[in-house]
């Protein structure tokens, strides 16, 4: 009678599991500050307040120059959304759920399994939003659902879910410009394409500022300026950073050599 040969358990590379320990520390670590840079964001946001006659005029020049440029096509996009159904239901779930909860998870995943590029993408996050804040309070801008033009809300038609992720009291109705639901998908964009080893990953990097670029245009909540200027300052924000640590980088690797 022949014997059935019983598999031995694999044993983890000690390398590995040290590796993945010092992983969820780091990330851990990074938790609180993330969170409390969050908060102040939105309480400076929320402090600098615009008045509405001076939001409204802003957003008023803002459509002038999307005028003069061609670009005045926001509620062409809404009225094409609503026409389609389905359309309107994907652009308010993307809207609600593709921004934050993304952020935390990319984040997250990079803290965790990608050290180096997680101070990289953290770093420019922060940095940008501290510039997003001076603008807000200096050149505050009504969103398009705000002015009497025919927009609609569609997000607060259609749900409650965004008053949970983002409460009214932590909410700057005149901060439209700049869009970081635009810049910072954006941003993680990036790092799912440069980071993630799975194809699928890298794929919803690419359609990730995409989708989100169309949800807060058809929803109402951003201008296409809104956007530009948002992913402008993210992306020269970690350009800096990017090549500061490629300097310091090349100068360590001198010194040791």
Not at 90 to 113: E, K
Not at 136 to 162: C, I, K, N, Q
Request: hydrophobic residues 50%; contains cysteine; charged residues 15%.
């Amino acid at each position: 009678m022949s014997s059935v040969s019983v598999p031995e358990p694999v044993a983890l590379d000690p390398s590995q599991e040290i590796g993945r320990r010092e992983g969820l520390r780091f990330l851990l670590r990074q938790v609180p500050l993330v969170l409390i840079a969050v908060a102040v964001y939105f309480g400076v946001r929320n402090m600098t307040e615009g008045d509405v006659e001076t939001a409204t005029r802003n957003a008023e020049l803002l459509i002038d120059v999307q005028k003069w440029s061609g670009i005045y096509v926001e509620l062409e996009f809404q009225d094409w959304a609503l026409s389609i159904p389905g359309v309107l239901e994907v652009m308010n779930w993307v809207y609600i759920w593709g921004h934050w909860p993304v952020i935390a998870a990319v984040l997250g995943w990079l803290a965790w399994r990608r050290r180096e590029a997680f101070l990289i993408y953290r770093n420019t996050l922060l940095i940008s939003g501290l510039v997003g804040m001076l603008i807000v309070a200096t050149f505050p801008m009504a969103p398009p659902r705000l002015l009497d033009l025919g927009f609609l809300d569609t997000v607060s038609m259609h749900s409650e879910a965004y008053r949970v992720l983002q409460p009214p009291s932590f909410t700057n109705q005149y901060a439209a410009m700049p869009s970081f639901h635009f810049g910072w998908d954006l941003l993680m964009g990036i790092a799912l394409v440069r980071e993630a080893p799975a194809c699928w990953a890298r794929c919803i990097g690419v359609a990730l500022p995409v989708l989100m670029l169309l949800s807060i245009v058809i929803t109402g909540n951003h201008f296409f300026l809104d956007a530009v200027v948002g992913g402008t300052i993210v992306l020269a924000v970690l350009a800096v950073i990017t090549g500061h640590r490629r300097r310091l980088s090349a100068r360590l690797g001198e010194t040791d050599a």
